[in-house]
């Protein structure tokens, strides 16, 4: 139950001496909640005078905080109705109550091998000759145990991995040192389960859940567990809430409060609150409140003295925006987290000085229209699906989102040694990526293109979409000015028709130099009036990492419009041999000739995993150099459909005469769609653009006098 005060209002800009409280009203999702008004009329703008209402909690992929909307004025609010509850009854002696244990320290994106599901685990056990049983304990707090002939329950919800080809499990649960279950199972799958135990197997107080894996070679994941028990009516913390399953007219007596003012409501429909009246209270050392109430259906109750009362986190006004206004219309769209919308500015000017219709479109603004408020990737499709549908025409060529995002938005790792392998920097979630199970060798990854993908049948963009993977306003300050510069002032030279090609040496997973070759060899993507210059691993001089390492510094410094890389790659380095990475990037000088980066490869455009920068992001977000943009993956691939994006992408620019990158992007994207018979799609959603799709490559073509005979 939480209360919203008088003087929280006036703190947002609310005149108390104006305000009509009868007018306050509570919405989620556009229905309005029934609310309970506590306004004195005499006294200050204090706690005195409140408005009451039920808020739930929420648990998303990208968030924990709930959104409620408050108004005023107009008609009258709706308020809770109230339900006499004195009168006789049958007193029960006690209710179900259960205990959820959960901690989210583990991230794996390609378990369950599924879309929209849970990712994160607490920990994982894996049997082998140091750890045979292996066990984990999980600990946790009861209190309140009724005694008499029942059974408590245990939920469970294990994950078990074919591991080096051991796809057996062996698992034993323990309560406090007491067996309840022992279960063979097998295979790839998750394990549901419902454990009946002897309720005195629980203490008061701590309590530890232990389990064990005891097949030599098991993999198995732990999520999360459900404690159930029988509880006596008692109140902990001066509140309690409690479930009646069972019809009957029944007579509650609730004891263990601390004061004689206690609230008593009927949650069962959160839109709907009930506030019970003509309850009992009576001091016996503390006080027992006691109730009646008739039930035909399961109801849920909460009681509680007004101190427990919650309090919003924040209260925030809110200037509405019109987003779903159809006479909206704009070529393109910038969506920046809220804190940078002044820095975006000048690159709005600039694309609208280039008659482009420009709206710059806070990114709360799309959360508060198409997910009630809530942090959520899914509003940003939502939102861009609309615009392209029903804004005036023509429809939006270019989104550029401005923030950087992490798979962990919720900071499930920011406390330090809290997850095996990761501590995600505080805040570090501006834009949430659009997490989709899109990649099929690991699962679900970012994918910035299934934001803009409207065409029934296919994945293809409907729009050019890019993004500025900005942690603080100095980092889109300084990608911002890259962009103005390379389109304002680009230097001068043969850079600007100087395309370099990068590649890692032959092996099983392709001929890098061919693959290549294929594109620096070809006059229709190279014409003979622009130089293809070449640094390929393993090809005389740049026979040692070293040595390729200082080429492609050199080459950058000297400068390249295109850096075109071939091979492999992880999340922070090119090929096995790493002879580029994050921090070479730290020792380049090419100053404002900036080159676009087409990373052919897998994992370099991983921008979301917390704390570990990808190598695109660095580069893009190195102010006065590194890259202009760089289009990279956020999983793994096939070289062969790499090598279809590229050819797309430079017939674009050299035969089609497309200049802005995004639009070029999306060409590869339709090359690769078209002629991949239908194989290589995900990399149609892996590969997304980090810098500005309406970017310009500084080309520089010859030019040809005309010659004049006499």
Known sequence: MHRITCAQLQAQGVNPATLDPNTLKVYKQGVELATYLVWESSGGCDDARSLLFWGQSVNTKYTNTNIY??????????????????????????FTHSIHLEQDRLY????????????????YMLNSASCNPCSADYTFQADHIATGDYSATLKINLYGFIYQGQANHHTLVYVNGNPIDDAVWSGQAERNATIAFAPVYLNEGANTLRVSETQTGS???????????????????????????????????????????????????PQNVVRLTNTTITPSGSYTLQFADTVTTPREYITLTPPQFQMPTSITLDTASDLQNPTNGADYIIIPYGGFVPNVQPLANLRAAQGLRVKVVDAQDVYDEFSDGLVDAQALRDFLAYAYANWQAPAPAFALLVGDGTFDPKGNCVTPGTCL?????????????????????????????RLVTFNVGNTLPSLAIGRLPANTTAQVDAMVSKILNNEQNPPSGNWRKTFGFVADNPDGAGDFWALSDVIANNPQYVPPSFTAARVYYGQSPYTDPEIARSAIIAAINDGRLVVNYIGHSGIQGWAHEQFFVNAD?????????????????????????????????????AAGKGALASWAASGLGIASGHDLLDQGFFDAVMQQGVRRIGAAAVLGKRNLYTNGGGAHLDLLDTFNLLGDPAARLAIQFPVYLPLVAR
Not at 108 to 123: C, L, R, T
Not at 244 to 268: H, K, L
Not at 424 to 446: C, H, K, M, Q
């Open 585 to 621: 990037v730290d020792t380049l000088a090419n100053d404002n000739k900036l080159p676009l980066l087409l990373e052919m490869t897998c994992y370099s455009g991983y921008f979301q995993y917390p704390g570990l920068p990808g190598l695109a992001e660095v580069n893009v977000r």
């Open 69 to 94: 909307w408050l108004t005023y004025g107009g008609v009258a609010g709706k308020r809770m109705s109230s339900r006499d509850a004195s009168g006789a009854g049958s007193a029960p002696a006690s």
């Open 421 to 449: 392998n990761i501590t995600t920097p505080p805040n570090s979630t501006f834009i949430p990526p659009y997490l989709r199970f899109v990649d099929p060798w690991i699962g679900e990854t970012a994918s910035d293109n």
């Open 108 to 123: 794996y994106s390609y378990f369950p091998w599924a879309e929209d599901v849970d990712h994160w685990y607490w920990n």
């Open 219 to 269: 993999l198995i994941f732990v999520n999360h567990f459900d404690v159930a028990y029988a509880r006596p009516f008692d109140a902990t913390g001066d509140a309690l809430r409690f479930r009646q399953a069972a019809s009957g007219t029944w007579r509650y007596q609730i004891a263990g409060f601390s004061s004689a003012t206690v609230e008593a409501f009927d949650v069962t429909d």
